[in-house]
C-alpha cells in the first residue's frame, strides 16, 4: 500500500511539473510539508493513545464485553462509544486498532466505527444542529441509529471469509 502511494506521488508531483513547472512542484510540497506538521502531531498521540489503551485493558475484559461471544450487548456498547467518541479518523482509527489488538471482533470494531461516522455526537452539537435545526437531527439520527448494527451483521460473514474471526 506504501508502495502504492509513493507511486501515486511521483505521478501526481511529474503531471504537475510536466503541466506547470518546477515552481509549481516546490509550492505544492510546501503545502504538503505544512500539512504534515500540522497532523504529525495528531497522529502520534493518537498511536500512542491507542498503544496505551491496548496496555491499560485487560484482555479478557476486552474479549468479554467487546469480543467475538459479546453479542448484542458488544455491539451496544461500541455504538454507544462510537457515537461519543470526540474527534477525527486521527483519533477514532487508531481507538479501533487498539480494541481489534486487545480481542475486540471484528464486528464490534465495523458497529463502533459506524457509529463514529455517522452518530458522532460532537459533530451533531457543533455542526448540524446549528445549520440543521434540532428537528432534521433528531430525524436524521432516528433514522441512522440501525446502521452501525446493520453494519456489523453485513461484516460478520465478510469477517469469517477473510479469517478476522475465529
Excluded: D, K
Amino acid at each position: 500500500m506504501t508502495l502504492f502511494f509513493l507511486a501515486l506521488a511521483a505521478a501526481a508531483g511529474g503531471t504537475v511539473y510536466a503541466l506547470m513547472g518546477p515552481g509549481a512542484v516546490a509550492a505544492a510540497a510546501g503545502r504538503a510539508g505544512g500539512l504534515l506538521l500540522q497532523v504529525a502531531p495528531i497522529v502520534v498521540a493518537a498511536v500512542l493513545i491507542s498503544g496505551y489503551a491496548q496496555a491499560l485493558i485487560p484482555r479478557e475484559s476486552v474479549q468479554r464485553w467487546l469480543g467475538a461471544g459479546s453479542g448484542l450487548r458488544g455491539l451496544t456498547l461500541a455504538t454507544a462509544a462510537g457515537a461519543l467518541t470526540p474527534g477525527g479518523p486521527f483519533a477514532a482509527f487508531p481507538l479501533v486498532v487498539a480494541l481489534l489488538g486487545a480481542g475486540a471482533s471484528f464486528e464490534v470494531c465495523v458497529a463502533f466505527i459506524t457509529a463514529w461516522s455517522v452518530l458522532g455526537l460532537n459533530r451533531v452539537i457543533v455542526y448540524e444542529i446549528p445549520f440543521l435545526g434540532v428537528h432534521f437531527v433528531a430525524l436524521r439520527l432516528l433514522a441512522s441509529l440501525p446502521l452501525p448494527f446493520i453494519a456489523a451483521l453485513l461484516a460478520r460473514p465478510v469477517a469469517r471469509w477473510v479469517g478476522l474471526n475465529r
